[in-house]
């Protein structure tokens, strides 16, 4: 309890340093799989929520969390984040990170710590990789996880970086290759199935 009061102190004197909450309609997935609705505002610097839910405010730090989802008026996107944790079995650091991409092998990004607003998705997040429950950052996917592609789907993955002139060292070539394994592994796995 006493740590929870000065996370909220520790916010409200933030807060009151920074521009007004940002609210969005939203859903949050707690970790125990409850399931809650409302308006989220999200303070992912802090890896905090703070959720207006009926007629309270509930403030909700990452490892409660398991997702959240809420409609970004101004993007005009839905978005989702998930936990991370991070560390060793000791000591576990829960972050919340946004999904770029879903399956196989996903995508996930996070604000940069120096920047308050984002306004160039390149510049002002790290993107990194969730591979064999690892996450890497997109700068190694030419070292750490495109020979692991060529070796399970050969010929199609080379055929399609050849034929739309992709670069494995570029990371917006590299979502797109990770995008392309992950619907032909989908499209394969479906045909299998039959």
């Not at 999200?42 to 409609?71: M, W």
């Not at 993107?127 to 750490?144: A, C, G, M, R, T």
């Not at 739309?164 to 592994?185: C, M, P, V």
Request: charge should be neutral; glycine fraction near 6%.
């Amino acid at each position: 309890m006493k740590r929870l009061f000065i996370c909220l102190l520790w916010l409200n004197v933030q807060t009151a340093a920074a521009s007004p909450p940002v609210w969005h309609d939203g859903a949050v997935v707690l970790a125990t799989g409850e399931v809650l609705t409302g308006k989220l505002s999200v303070e992912v610097s802090h890896d905090l929520i703070l959720l207006q839910h009926g007629d309270g405010c509930r403030v909700l730090p990452a490892h409660k969390v398991k997702s959240f989802y809420y409609y970004d008026t101004e993007a005009n996107i839905n978005r989702k984040f998930v936990t991370w944790q991070e560390g060793s079995e000791t000591v576990k650091l829960s972050r919340f990170f946004e999904v770029v991409l879903n399956g196989d092998i996903g995508v996930l990004r996070r604000q940069k710590e120096s920047v308050a607003h984002a306004n160039s998705d390149a510049l002002d997040f790290d993107y990194f990789i969730v591979f064999h429950d690892n996450l890497i950052s997109l700068h190694k996917f030419n070292q750490k996880v495109y020979p692991t592609l060529v070796e399970t789907s050969g010929d199609k993955i080379v055929f399609f970086i050849t034929s739309n002139k992709l670069s494995t060292t570029r990371s917006a070539d590299a979502i797109r290759i990770l995008e392309f394994y992950n619907q032909g592994i989908r499209v394969e796995q479906s045909m299998a199935s039959f």
